[in-house]
């Protein structure tokens, strides 16, 4: 089974500029998540999706990020403008409802540098 | 309070030691538990799931207490390859499909 596929790997862009990342999840997983990891923290959650609706973008910066999932399965996150800050892993993840509980599968990442 | 802390490190320890770590919940009513593993530079992957009656995967046992709301991962016989970041996640219930996640503790394991 494949995993959860995510592109670019690794992102190098000026201040200003947009970006975009791209993920894939796993066949059958209704549930699809963005997290943002820096260096020496855990990941931390910016949106969630159910299927094709955004049920939890609370953390999401609105003013400069963006997202969507459109038919519930691909995902697309953007940024636009880039901040130096703004500089980390971009994880996308993916889970399924299963009778002994759920797990969470991660892509292996889009790294942002923003210079 | 943070749903989830963790002691970040690092442990440095010898190879063949027996290292732990401890993880502390705040939601009592969660009921799923996981260890994650995370490679420098890589994605975090599933190590092992925390039954309430705790479990055993080789050198790996996890264990829960529920009485004081930890989680805990023991490493036995350690190797150079377990050298890596261990996150622990906790799924509680009622917040729909919400994982939330310490900030990991570092492990190195020293020849």
């Known amino acids: 089974e494949a995993g959860v596929v995510q592109s670019p790997r690794y992102k190098i862009i000026e201040k200003k500029q947009p970006v975009a990342f791209w993920c894939n999840p796993i066949?059958?997983?209704?549930?699809l998540y963005w997290y943002r990891q820096n260096l020496g923290q855990g990941p931390e959650l910016l949106i969630r999706?159910?299927?094709?609706?955004?049920?939890?973008d609370s953390q999401l910066p609105k003013d400069r990020f963006s997202a969507e999932r459109l038919k519930g399965v691909d995902s697309t996150l953007k940024i636009q403008p880039a901040e130096l800050g703004d500089s980390a892993v971009y994880l996308c993840a993916s889970s399924k409802r299963e009778a002994f509980g759920n797990t969470i599968y991660f892509g292996e990442g889009s790294w942002l540098t923003v210079v | 309070r943070k749903e989830v802390e963790q002691d970040p490190g690092p442990f440095n320890v010898p190879e063949g030691a027996t290292v732990a770590f401890n993880c502390t919940y705040s939601?009592?009513?969660?009921?799923?538990f996981f260890w994650y593993r995370q490679d420098c530079r890589k994605e975090p992957k599933l190590l092992m799931s925390v039954y309430s009656s705790g479990n055993e995967d080789g050198r790996f046992t996890a264990q829960l207490n529920r009485a004081s709301q930890y989680i805990s991962l023991l490493i036995r016989d350690s190797k150079l390859s377990d050298s890596a970041t261990y996150l622990c996640?906790?799924?509680?219930?009622?917040?729909?499909?919400?994982?939330?996640f310490g900030t990991g503790t570092s492990l190195t394991v020293i020849p």
């Open positions: 996640v906790v799924f509680p219930p009622y917040t729909g499909n919400q994982f939330y």
């Open positions: 066949s059958g997983h209704n549930t």
């Open positions: 999706y159910e299927n094709e609706e955004a049920v939890d």
């Open positions: 939601n009592s009513a969660s009921q799923s």
